[in-house]
């Protein structure tokens, strides 16, 4: 199943009008003269309602109530009360997908910057270093298309900054206070809580565009996950955001994520780079850490000090130091 929010379903009508008078039951009469629509279309609508997996009450001879919204994250249900000033203006959504990732490349245009591309499910996602994720339901999958005003030379910041959004969304919203792993993983007690990837599509040296995306282990079988990826290298262990955040519900997590980021965003256009890097080192669980990094010129080792304003780590070895542009981080100690 396939939505896009800039042609709007027919039975949304129907939907919007149960939900402010959720209180009440209404009349496939009452809602057929109010709404302008046949009795026959309600119903359909009714049932069409149902089938997304919202709970409608029905009572003989009395009417239909509406009680209770899945957590599906769609695209109506995001759009509204989003207080962003783009991101999230067009949505697409999918039950299921093979990588919102690859599609949001087929849909980049200008027209659709900071456009989201959602899914419930991916049976391909793509995840960093060629490596896949496990997109089961329960997570939330989903990309950005954006045109960003900022220089190439802000591209390897922009995952980070990704990360630093995401954190602070899960520090707003959650019981707990996760940290940024180099270079832009978000951990809880040391595992995996969320990744992002990020594309850059160039054109003649300039940013054309980039593809945000971003996989949070919102509400997942942290086991059955752990199973499938226990053999990938350098795999660290997989934390559901679950127990932290029981009466978050998805929308409102990705509502107040996509301000965040449209925040970090915005920073960056206007080269607030400082202000970026420092936040992200003070949750950082790499600085200050005995590291080891494989890279093309071998493995190397020592003690991670700092980010520069491109997001390169820096690693000190007695005398030697040594500025790592992108890889693998191994904590070497808690
Ligand atoms: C990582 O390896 O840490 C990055 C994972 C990124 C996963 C997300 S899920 C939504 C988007 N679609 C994909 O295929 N991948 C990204």
């Known amino acids: 199943m396939e939505f896009n929010s800039k042609n709007?379903?027919?039975?949304?009508?129907?939907?919007?009008?149960?939900?402010?008078?959720?209180?009440?039951?209404?009349?496939?009469?009452?809602?057929?003269?109010?709404?302008?629509?046949?009795?026959?279309?309600?119903?359909?609508?009714?049932?069409?309602?149902?089938?997304?997996?919202?709970?409608?009450?029905?009572?003989?001879?009395?009417?239909?109530?509406?009680?209770?919204?899945?957590?599906?994250?769609?695209?109506?249900?995001?759009?509204?009360?989003?207080?962003?000033?783009?991101?999230?203006?067009?949505?697409?959504?999918?039950?299921?997908?093979?990588s919102t990732q690859r599609f949001s490349h087929e849909i980049a245009n200008k027209e659709n910057n900071g456009a989201i591309i959602i899914a419930t499910q991916q049976n391909s996602g793509k995840g960093r270093i060629g490596r896949k994720w496990v997109s089961r339901n329960g997570g939330i999958y989903f990309s950005a298309v954006l045109f960003p005003k900022f220089d190439i030379s802000f591209a390897t910041v922009f995952p980070m900054a990704a990360s630093l959004a995401l954190a602070k969304t899960i520090e707003k919203l959650c019981e707990i206070k996760p940290e940024l792993k180099w270079p832009n993983d978000v951990t809880i007690k040391g595992e995996k809580v969320a990744g992002i990837l990020v594309d850059v599509s160039l054109q003649s040296n300039k940013i054309d565009y980039l593809i945000l995306g971003i996989g949070i282990n919102f509400d997942i079988n942290e086991k059955e996950v752990q199973k499938e990826l226990k053999k990938t290298p350098n795999f660290y262990g997989v934390k559901s955001l679950g127990e932290f955040s029981k009466n978050i519900k998805p929308v409102k997590f990705l509502q107040t994520l996509l301000q965040e980021i449209e925040t970090i965003y915005f920073q960056l256009e206007s080269k607030e780079i400082e202000k970026i890097t420092k936040e992200w080192t003070k949750r950082s669980s790499t600085i200050g850490k005995n590291i080891k990094i494989p890279t093309e010129e071998g493995i190397i080792q020592g003690k991670a000090t700092r980010i520069e304003n491109d997001g390169a780590l820096v690693v000190e070895n007695k005398n030697k130091s040594s500025r790592i542009i992108a890889g693998d981080v191994v904590h070497l100690e808690k």
């Open 8 to 98: 709007e379903p027919s039975f949304l009508k129907v939907l919007n009008f149960l939900k402010t008078h959720d209180t009440e039951y209404l009349s496939g009469q009452d809602l057929s003269d109010v709404l302008r629509i046949s009795r026959v279309a309600i119903w359909k609508s009714i049932k069409k309602i149902e089938e997304l997996g919202y709970k409608i009450e029905t009572k003989q001879k009395v009417g239909y109530k509406l009680v209770e919204k899945p957590k599906t994250i769609f695209p109506w249900e995001l759009s509204s009360g989003l207080k962003t000033k783009f991101m999230g203006h067009t949505i697409y959504y999918f039950d299921e997908i093979d």
